[in-house]
């Protein structure tokens, strides 16, 4: 049974503006995170149960408080596209482990690959020895994506880290390009990448990076319109940055996603990828995809640049290649991708267990039809998502591709709102529904690749609900 909330426990707009601004609400009394009292103060922790109560506080006083939480949810268990808390409480997965756990929670096939590896080894040092699980892996990556060689890591941020020291090694150059909004990990090397949030950034330092603009057409940065803009966000590249800021000879690669993530599942027109893939080419500029949350068939191909009819240089996977266990990948050709032994290693690349799960989630995937499936219920979501357009004025755009869907939460002057954003999450929490936020003011849906029609349909209605509890 759901509680309704009364307007006693909104926070009142200052300390929602704080919390806004800095993900959290600080307690100048003790070292313990704001979560469990501003949880408490906005009447989110009175719905979940009494374990999870106390795993929140317990959570707050001793992990490191970095880490920003939406709402109070304490998992447990799951399965296919069902979380279940720790008191029993079940939510639909709008979520997917952020774009992670495309071949469903639980899914049988994985599991049963994982525990076949677990009763033999669970680590080799796949650096400095062989093994079969990560080559069995490797020849359906190269399958899938057309590339000849792999290279494995542990997360997105080390698949990004190995591309920007790839592309170093090859060029003999050391500056990059990336785009405003992007997301490209959190250690120093992506984060040189990184231009999402200030906070993500400040105190640290870069290589040195030059950022362009992304073809955010909802917002173009440039006043434009499009087609008639003739996709000049891309053209910056060679206008602006190589006759002002870099030099192409100096400059060892462009990095892009297909669709921005953290940045707001922003998916930029066709032309966009094919210009920078252009600029690049003629300027013999490495292209780099950032694949680690479009890719293993989130937006219906194996690599989402696939939609562009684009082909990078390099391409970075993580997230969902490991259905759930921490893998990365970068993927060049052997042209490319000759450094010698010793250039670049790590110590958990190529893990057993996370090789084992990758396969069989790929396997599974592929064996699913889930390229078209994955199309066919992202358009579904898409127009049920554009007919609440309708009714809701606060949404002001719907995009995506495939089951990578982004929905901008606005002002009525078309202004983004964060506020209303966050309190539209929040009560999808009650409703029982888990979404995520990204950008300055949207909503991903990232469901995994396995939800069901009537799942969806369930997860839209609970969507609708919120909508109408914040208002319009």
């Given amino acids: 049974m759901m509680f309704e909330i009364g307007e006693e426990y909104i926070l009142d707009q200052e300390k929602l503006r704080r919390f806004e601004k800095t993900?959290?609400?600080?307690?100048?009394?003790?070292?313990?995170?704001?979560?469990?009292?501003?949880?408490?103060?906005?009447?989110?922790?009175?719905?979940?149960?009494?374990?999870?109560?106390?795993?929140?506080?317990?959570?707050?006083?001793?992990?490191?408080a970095c880490a920003a939480r939406p709402y109070p949810l304490v998992v447990d268990r799951?399965?296919?596209?069902?979380?279940?808390?720790?008191?029993?409480?079940?939510?639909?997965?709008?979520?997917?482990?952020?774009?992670?756990?495309?071949?469903?929670?639980?899914?049988?096939?994985?599991?049963?690959a994982i525990f076949s590896q677990l009763e033999k080894m669970t680590h080799c040092g796949y650096g400095d020895f062989f093994a079969e699980p990560p080559v069995k892996l490797a020849k359906k990556l190269i399958e899938l994506s057309a590339y000849s060689k792999v290279f494995y890591c542990n997360s997105g941020t080390e698949a990004v880290e190995a591309a920007i020291k790839l592309a170093f090694w090859k060029t003999k150059r050391q500056n990059l390009i990336s785009f405003y909004n992007a997301f490209h990990g959190r250690t120093l090397g992506s984060l040189s990448l990184t231009c999402s949030k200030i906070r993500q950034k400040e105190h640290f330092p870069s290589i040195r990076t030059v950022h362009s603009h992304y073809a955010y057409c909802y917002r173009c940065p440039l006043k434009l319109e499009y087609p008639s803009c003739g996709i000049e966000c891309a053209k910056e590249i060679e206008n602006l940055i190589f006759r002002?800021?870099?030099?192409?000879?100096?400059?060892?690669?462009?990095?892009?996603?297909?669709?921005?993530?953290?940045?707001?599942?922003?998916?930029?027109?066709?032309?966009?990828?094919?210009?920078?893939?252009?600029?690049?080419?003629?300027?013999?500029?490495?292209?780099?995809?950032?694949?680690?949350q479009t890719g293993c068939f989130r937006t219906g191909p194996f690599l989402a640049m696939e939609n562009f009819e684009v082909r990078a240089d390099i391409s970075c996977l993580a997230k969902a290649l490991g259905a759930g266990l921490p893998i990365g990948a970068m993927l060049a050709d052997s042209d490319l991708m000759n450094w010698p032994p010793g250039v670049h290693s790590n110590t958990f690349g190529g893990n057993?267990?996370?090789?084992a799960a990758?396969?069989?989630?790929?396997?599974?995937?592929?064996?699913?039809?889930?390229?078209?499936?994955?199309?066919?219920?992202?358009?579904?979501?898409?127009?049920?998502?554009?007919?609440?357009?309708?009714?809701?004025?606060?949404?002001?755009?719907?995009?995506?591709?495939?089951?990578?869907?982004?929905?901008?939460?606005?002002?009525s002057d078309k202004s983004v709102d964060p506020i209303r954003r966050d309190k539209i999450l929040r009560e999808a929490f009650k409703?029982?529904?888990?979404?995520?936020?990204?950008?300055d003011s949207a909503i991903r849906?990232?469901?995994?690749?396995?939800?069901?029609?009537?799942?969806?349909?369930?997860?839209?209605d609970k969507f609708e609900k919120a909508l109408n509890k914040v208002g319009k």
């Fill in 431 to 439: 409703e029982r529904i888990l979404l995520l936020p990204c950008g």
């Fill in 78 to 112: 799951a399965k296919g596209s069902i979380i279940t808390d720790v008191d029993g409480r079940e939510y639909l997965d709008f979520v997917a482990g952020i774009a992670v756990m495309n071949a469903g929670h639980s899914n049988p096939e994985v599991n049963a």
């Fill in 352 to 355: 057993l267990l996370a090789s």
């Fill in 358 to 411: 990758s396969l069989a989630s790929l396997e599974f995937l592929e064996r699913e039809n889930t390229q078209n499936r994955v199309k066919e219920l992202g358009s579904h979501i898409k127009q049920r998502l554009r007919e609440l357009q309708e009714n809701f004025p606060c949404i002001g755009d719907v995009r995506g591709l495939g089951l990578m869907i982004g929905v901008e939460i606005v002002k």
């Fill in 23 to 64: 993900g959290r609400i600080e307690s100048p009394e003790n070292n313990l995170a704001a979560d469990f009292d501003l949880f408490k103060e906005i009447g989110l922790i009175d719905i979940v149960g009494p374990k999870a109560r106390e795993i929140i506080e317990q959570d707050c006083n001793i992990v490191s």
């Fill in 244 to 292: 002002r800021e870099l030099s192409p000879d100096d400059t060892a690669a462009v990095f892009v996603e297909p669709l921005q993530g953290e940045g707001g599942y922003i998916v930029p027109p066709t032309e966009f990828h094919k210009e920078v893939r252009k600029i690049c080419t003629d300027n013999d500029v490495l292209l780099v995809a950032d694949e680690v």
């Fill in 445 to 460: 849906f990232c469901p995994p690749l396995v939800i069901t029609e009537d799942e969806i349909g369930l997860g839209l």
